[in-house]
């Protein structure tokens, strides 16, 4: 790990101009994927920003009647919030799907929608990679691809995003509220936040310089049956091949969201449209112009049998799907 300053922000405004200002900062939370990246020398920050005292932990009802989650509220206080069991039960089954209990207490919302691709051309510092550096190629396209994405790929990336709570808060229509450098802030609907790769594929999102998740909002309670599931190569901590997250409603309609296949989590409202008619037209019309490779080809049908067992499970429970 190579040597870096470090200062503890005042205020989140202070914290992104701190950034924002000093050229190779990093924010630093949680710190579960940056300091991996970090030790490997994947990630080199000269200086990093501790945002933990800024008073970003707290989850609060909106006057909309959804919630208002703070961009530092742990995984594990997120998933055991009993409104957030209640109302919004597919976010809980996507966090507890997700890394381990000792990594789901210090991994932070914000933080969780910010992590890098578990790529491992991107983690090889000896292979080229387009998101790790810039124009170096990608080692992935004609090597071992069978984790990686078949969804908002092209010929620069072909990495997917790896978190499970994203794939849960795309189904949720949730929103990232962010403050720049200036002290302005806005709000950024989570189907807009992370990028594809079509160019700049070193670019995870459409994050500013210096500019720092404070929260993430959620709307009113969709009700419905929350379902979540995950295919992974094995039983717990690991990333997956593919996962949906779905609310289904009791007269079978309902919306999905897939993980595991793209540069950010795949929703597709035409998708939601054929939910009625089953998961083979849903996934259908979901995976249209999937680019696959020979390794990975096999998660365009594995996201048809993946949304056909969340679909049969939502019928167990009593909806209609």
């Keep these: 790990m190579r040597a870096f300053t470090y200062e503890r922000a005042s205020s989140p405004a202070a914290a992104a101009s701190a950034v924002a200002g000093t050229k190779g900062a990093k924010f630093i939370a949680g710190g579960t994927n940056l300091i991996d990246l970090m030790k490997i020398e994947v990630e080199v920050p000269t200086h990093l920003v501790d945002v933990n005292g800024l008073g970003l932990d707290e989850i609060s009802e909106t006057e909309e009647g959804g919630l208002r989650i703070g961009a530092l509220v742990s995984n594990t206080a997120l998933a055991a919030d009993q409104r957030v069991r209640r109302d919004y039960g597919v976010l809980t089954r996507a966090i507890v799907a997700g890394a381990s209990g000792q990594l789901r207490n210090k991994a932070t919302t914000g933080g969780n929608l910010l992590q890098r691709t578990r790529c491992p051309y991107f983690y090889d510092t000896n292979q080229p990679c387009n998101k790790r550096s810039p124009d170096s190629g990608c080692g992935a396209l004609h090597g071992y691809s069978r984790q990686l994405g078949i969804m908002g790929v092209s010929d620069q990336c072909i990495a997917t995003y790896p978190g499970d709570m994203a794939v849960a808060m795309r189904v949720l229509d949730a929103v990232v509220e962010t403050v720049k450098p200036d002290g302005m802030t806005r709000a950024i609907p989570i189907a807009d936040f992370h990028r594809t790769w079509e160019s700049a594929p070193e670019k995870d999102n459409v994050l500013e310089a210096g500019e720092l998740i404070t929260a993430v909002t959620l709307p009113k309670p ?100």
Excluded: C, M
């Design 222 to 321: 969709l009700g419905g049956t929350h379902l979540y599931r995950k295919v992974r190569d094995r039983a717990s901590y690991a990333f997956a091949l593919v996962s949906v997250a779905a609310v289904i409603q009791p007269d079978g309609t309902g919306r999905f969201a897939v993980g595991g296949i793209g540069a950010k989590p795949w929703r597709s409202t035409a998708a939601d449209a054929q939910l009625r008619n089953g998961a083979s037209a849903a996934a259908q019309v979901l995976t249209q112009g999937a680019k696959t490779t020979e390794h990975n080809a096999f998660k365009v049908p594995l996201v048809e049998r993946t949304l056909a067992a969340v679909l049969a499970e939502a019928r167990s429970k009593g909806a209609a799907a």
